[in-house]
Nanobody
């Protein structure tokens, strides 16, 4: 079991930046949850994967809609994964969730652990 706590959500104007943090209650290199991902869900829309990182090898994955604007990274010492979001657009507005799974890493696989979410609002 691992608990995930997100933070960093805020309201910003288009073109601005935010950094989201996801802190795990245990080591993020643990085999049980060594793939951490960020997902988002806007009102009336399905949840979508944004980015993921395999902490064992630093492999990263991004949705096409955020490539070149968002960067996922990790800090093992702090058991934290970050999502740096630059050049934000109104369509990035959503609740952002951190999730973790063990084993194969991809945004397409099922994730076992989820945080409560942090709201990002981008105004035009």
């Amino acid at each position: 079991q691992v608990q995930l706590v997100e933070s960093g959500g805020d309201s910003v104007q288009a073109g601005g930046s935010l950094r989201l943090s996801c802190t795990a209650s245990g080591p993020i290199y643990s085999y049980s949850y060594n793939c951490l991902g960020w997902f988002r869900q806007a009102p009336g829309k399905e949840r979508e994967g944004v980015a993921a990182i395999y902490t064992g090898g630093l492999t990263t994955y991004y949705a096409d809609s955020v490539k070149g604007r968002f960067t996922i990274s990790q800090d093992n010492a702090k058991n934290t994964v970050y999502l740096q979001m630059n050049s934000l657009k109104p369509e990035d507005t959503a609740m952002y969730y951190c999730a973790a799974r063990g084993g194969y890493c991809s945004m397409e696989y099922e994730y076992n652990y989820w945080g409560q979410g942090t709201q990002v609002t981008v105004s035009s």
